[in-house]
């Protein structure tokens, strides 16, 4: 999801394609945490994780996945309620006076055949709920990572009483792919139900980051999406007489070019945003003028002001070209808005700065980056954290092992890219360093009471 230019990474870590000293292992040797953390990966998680990643399950249907994830936070002394959303699982602890802070790891697999050559790889088949077809299924976006890291969390806020005072909520997300997930947590009243957090906090493994790495940046770390269908009407007739209708194909395609003024017009040239046309249909035969058209379009961007001036804009636009070509108010082209749709993540910038400054002290300052992301891939993350907003930080922890980076660093093979068939990422140190930034984070903000 997450994807870094390497060079870039490199310029900002001074690495050198002959010393890769960006490892998981420099944090400070001494630290207890760090130490309990690892010994519990040999002990429980590393079992756990293969395991997940040996039994993916698709959106919507992480049945197997949400009990087993359920077992896991309530032997670890949680109040655990299964169900939520659909499959969601939260776990509460409470541990006297002090924030409510929500912690995220989300479940889903992907409807991808893996060829990643792991000695634990996925042969997992399932029927895809939606198209009702029997798919492979793997792990291909890390979200086993994410799980596994939220059950180690929980084993060390557990044993730990004593260093933090406050509520502990746990999530564990359905459907996080398909972008359906947090908002039918939040549908079937999340807050209401278990307490609206002070804050929220959620971390993703990024395979363009060398294992272990933590990435945490102010502003936008995931762009919002929204998907958009344009039905664009017109009057049939025959091809040879264009005159005796409107043709919807030529006002789809003059939509189409028409659109790309709202990022280069519209927009601020430093202000991002995406407004792609994926689909275009319409017609049936080669002299025949249909009377209808379909664009499909995805819409990215990376604040709420942009998105509602991208999706305000497109509607403007489709509607008046429809009125310039002649079409009667009745037959105006018509703008739908998918329910698939994620604001974007927005993290606070003085608690990513506050919660930067806790990683680099208890991890080093070379293990902690604030590189923002090139793409504009989208999470639905935001719907815990956008209404009501709540103050929140969504990081990322590196997943390529030392070996695959610097090979690619060096002109070898490609890291594979989140979703590919081919990814993989280094389990122990990814894991690890997931537990460990998230449980730093959470002592500092749910500090003792004295």
Not at 180 to 207: C, E, I, S, T
Not at 251 to 269: D, K, M, N, W
Request: with cysteine; charged share 20%; proline share 6%.
């Amino acid at each position: 999801m997450n994807h870094f230019n390497l060079r870039k990474i490199a310029f900002f870590s001074c690495l050198t394609l002959g010393t890769l000293s960006w490892q998981a292992s420099a944090a400070p040797a001494s630290d207890e945490l760090a130490r309990s953390i690892e010994q519990d990966y040999s002990d429980r998680l590393g079992a756990l994780f293969t395991h997940f990643h040996r039994n993916p399950e698709l959106s919507l249907t992480e049945f197997k996945t949400a009990k087993r994830l359920a077992e896991e936070l309530r032997s670890s002394g949680f109040q655990v309620t299964e169900g939520v959303g659909g499959t969601g699982v939260v776990a509460i602890l409470e541990n006297g006076d002090g924030p409510l802070v929500m912690m995220r790891g989300d479940m889903d697999g992907l409807p991808v055949k893996e060829k990643s050559g792991l000695d634990y790889a996925s042969t997992a088949t399932q029927i895809d709920p939606i198209t009702g077809t029997e798919v492979a299924v793997m792990h291909a976006c890390g979200h086993d990572v994410h799980i596994t890291s939220l059950i180690g969390t929980a084993r060390q806020m557990s044993e730990r009483k004593d260093q933090w005072s406050g509520t502990l909520m746990l999530i564990g997300q359905p459907a996080e792919e398909r972008i359906r997930g947090a908002k039918a947590m939040m549908d079937d009243n999340l807050w209401q139900r278990f307490g609206q957090p002070d804050y929220a906090l959620a971390f993703h493994v990024g395979a363009g980051l060398p294992a272990g790495i933590i990435n945490v940046q102010e502003g936008s770390p995931y762009a919002g999406s929204d998907s958009v269908d344009i039905i664009v009407h017109g009057v049939g007739a025959h091809g040879a007489s264009p005159h005796a209708g409107k043709d919807p194909i030529l006002l789809g395609s003059q939509i189409v070019v028409a659109l790309q003024t709202l990022v280069s017009r519209e927009l601020a040239p430093r202000e991002p945003g995406v407004v792609t046309v994926g689909s275009f249909h319409g017609g049936t035969k080669h002299n025949i003028i249909s009377d209808r058209a379909v664009l499909q379009l995805t819409v990215r961007n990376t604040n709420l002001e942009t998105r509602e001036t991208l999706l305000k804009g497109i509607k403007r636009i489709a509607e008046n070209l429809g009125r310039a070509a002649g079409l009667p108010e009745d037959k105006l082209p018509e703008v739908i808005y998918s329910p698939s749709s994620t604001p974007p993540t927005l993290n606070n910038a003085p608690l990513a700065r506050r919660l930067k400054s806790v990683w680099q002290a208890g991890l080093g300052d070379d293990q902690v980056l604030s590189i923002a992301s090139k793409g504009m891939g989208a999470e639905d993350f935001p719907y815990f954290t956008t209404e009501p907003a709540i103050p929140s930080v969504y990081f990322s922890v590196g997943g390529t092992s030392a070996a695959d980076y610097k090979a690619a660093l060096e002109g070898g093979p490609a890291i594979p890219s989140h979703h590919s068939p081919l990814f993989k990422i280094d389990p122990q140190p990814s894991v690890t360093r997931g537990v460990h930034a998230t449980v730093l984070a959470l002592m500092d903000l749910m500090p003792p009471t004295k």
